[in-house]
């Protein structure tokens, strides 16, 4: 697929950055939801990439939906575009491998509902987070009133989605929401050395962690503890594992084969 709203680059470190590329404010349409779902697909299909890095060109990470181009949708386009964008993030939550949001800039409607379906989210200090929907008489429609409940908690979810207002940095990193906040020349920095870190793991290991860590979070303890014994098992039977296991005993690094 030719890229027309996104950039898509592997590094030779084994980490793949996607950038979302409508500046200066990214907004996102039915093409780039089209593109990040395909781009993912890519991506879980290539042994050569063991971590992601979602950010933004420009200004912002994104600024939220188009609204211009979602006003010339009728009832049954913009069910289409609201299926487009859920598939294309559940292929991001969903991605076998970990994916870091280099949040620069405003996150709002869509682009903060794309951070959410990320493994981590770092941001720069003039980021800014929200889900503005209700202000535009709808509400999210690309998982924000589910995820962002399940990662901050459901009192501080309301407080964000009724009201619609947006947070600076500051407030983020006291929700939870994001896990550091660093200067924005320092943010592409950061995020690389974090996914570097998350390269250098088994990728059996990181992938029966995720599976267990996500599918285990809306099951039942009982179940999502046999999810777990289960995904244990499989990452125990790889090769991975008795290098992990000998590099510990000989005192040396590990090299994986992910296998």
Request: glycine fraction near 10%.
């Amino acid at each position: 697929m030719s890229m027309e709203t996104l950039q898509y680059v592997v590094g030779e470190n084994h980490v793949a950055t996607v950038y979302l590329n409508r500046p200066p404010y990214n907004p996102l349409n039915r093409q780039l939801f089209k593109e990040l779902g395909f781009i993912m697909d890519e991506i879980e299909q290539d042994p050569n990439v063991k971590a992601v890095i979602i950010t933004g060109n420009g200004g912002a990470f994104a600024a939220g939906a188009d609204i211009h181009d979602m006003m010339k949708l009728n009832g049954s386009e913009i069910l289409d575009m609201c299926q487009l964008s859920r598939t294309a993030l559940d292929k991001v939550e969903s991605l076998s491998k970990p994916v870091i949001a280099a949040v620069n800039g405003l996150a709002l409607g869509g682009g903060c509902e794309l951070t959410l379906a990320c493994d981590f989210r770092i941001c720069s200090n003039n980021t800014k987070f929200g889900l503005p929907e209700i202000n535009l008489g709808i509400i999210p429609g690309g998982g924000g009133t589910q995820r962002l409940q399940r990662l901050i908690g459901q009192a501080k979810a309301k407080e964000l989605l009724y009201f619609g207002e947006t947070i600076d940095a500051e407030q983020a990193l006291a929700a939870g929401l994001v896990s550091k906040i660093v200067e924005l020349d320092q943010l592409l920095p950061e995020a690389e050395q974090w996914a570097q870190k998350l390269a250098d793991k088994s990728t059996v290991a990181m992938r029966m962690m995720k599976k267990s860590v996500n599918s285990g979070s809306s099951a039942d303890l009982h179940t999502a503890l046999d999810l777990e014994t289960a995904c244990f098992g499989n990452a125990f039977a790889s090769e991975d594992r008795q290098e992990g296991m000998n590099s510990f005993i000989e005192k040396r690094k590990p090299q994986f084969v992910g296998r």
